[in-house]
């Protein structure tokens, strides 16, 4: 689009460290340094969040701790698989095309890719390898909560049975992070990097 500047692929310029104040200076360097995923600087949604720099010193951290737990350890099988049904409901191109690979290379079967993607109804129980009680209770979550006015009870008890409260939460925090990210992708028309496959077909 007409409006999508080059060096940060969205509807503003990529902020730069010196444009800062000194306070916007150290979130900008808990962000980007050598041992952060943005070790070689911003891209995507996170250099949006950056024209608040508060914003970006809170939503980072959470990030973080939604996507890999407090320890590093949380499944990320079950990550992504919380997320693309986000993707696939939100219409997210930029989204699905960024963790369709992240979730294949976590171990995420094949066939439940194409399910979501393509939104089709979740199989019965254990017609599927891959899709087991905790599979479909993270999709159906994902989904009610995307999609409907609010989570049923049985998926309710489900989750909080499979996860505990604290795991509840967690993913519940998970799903909600994602929508905020796809509301920056919106806002700020952020665009994938040239060349890349965008694999979610749009109704």
């Known amino acids: 689009p007409s409006d999508i500047h080059e060096d940060s ?3 503003l310029p990529m902020i730069t460290r010196e444009a800062l104040d000194s306070d916007g200076q150290r979130v900008f360097d808990v962000i980007v340094n050598p041992d952060s995923r943005y070790a070689t ?4 949604p996170i250099g949006m969040w950056m024209y608040s720099p508060r914003v970006a010193e809170h939503l980072f951290p959470a990030s973080t701790y939604l996507r890999y737990g407090a320890d590093g350890t949380r499944d990320q099988r079950l990550t992504e698989l919380a997320i693309l049904p986000a993707a696939r409901s939100l219409d997210s191109l930029y989204e699905w095309s960024a963790h369709e690979p992240l979730g294949r290379n976590a171990g995420l079967e094949d066939e439940i890719i194409e399910i979501l993607r393509h939104g089709r109804p979740i199989p019965p129980t254990d017609s599927m390898p891959g899709l087991g009680e905790t599979e479909r209770t993270i999709i159906r979550m994902t989904l009610d909560l995307i999609d409907e006015p609010k989570l049923s009870a049985e998926v309710f008890r489900a989750a909080q049975r499979i996860f505990g409260n604290k795991g509840l939460k967690d993913l519940v925090g998970l799903i909600g992070h994602y929508t905020t990210v796809n509301y920056t992708l919106k806002t700020f028309d952020v665009q994938r990097p040239p060349g890349s496959q965008l ?5």
Do not use: I, K
Not at 199 to 203: A, E, K
């Open 199 to 203: 694999t979610l077909p749009l109704p």
């Open 9 to 11: 692929l969205a509807r």
């Open 41 to 44: 600087g911003l891209r995507g």
